[in-house]
């Protein structure tokens, strides 16, 4: 099979993957299909320190020791909810770290 063709195909497939479809889609909304509000929130309302809808992040993803230095290096220290806001952010978009790091390393 041809270079072009094969090019032709993977390009096909990445930009028919389901992750695709979801990325103008609001993380919260993309997550409430699976199992409504209830899939993050316990009853489906928020609680009020967001710790269940940390472990929820987690039960699924993983926790943040688990994932890469940037994520290990803020375990303990914040939630998913704080990098990647639910209700904000759509799928696929990457948090900016400018918010709370001058050089993408040390936090101001």
Do not use: W, Y
């Not at 688990?66 to 803020?74: I, P, T, W, Y």
């Not at 704080?82 to 050089?103: E, W």
């Amino acid at each position: 099979m041809s270079n072009k063709l094969l090019s032709i195909l993977f390009g096909a497939a990445i930009a028919l993957s389901p992750a695709a479809f979801a990325a103008d889609e609001n993380l919260a909304d993309f997550h409430a299909e699976m199992g409504g509000c209830e899939s993050c929130h316990a009853n489906g309302e928020p609680s009020a320190d967001g710790a269940f809808e940390f472990q929820q992040c987690q039960s699924c993803h993983g926790s943040l020791a688990e994932m890469s230095a940037n994520h290990k290096a803020h375990d303990g220290v914040l939630t998913c909810a704080d990098c990647h806001a639910p209700h904000d952010m759509n799928v696929g978009q990457k948090p900016t770290c400018d918010a709370c790091h001058d050089d993408g390393r040390k936090a101001q």
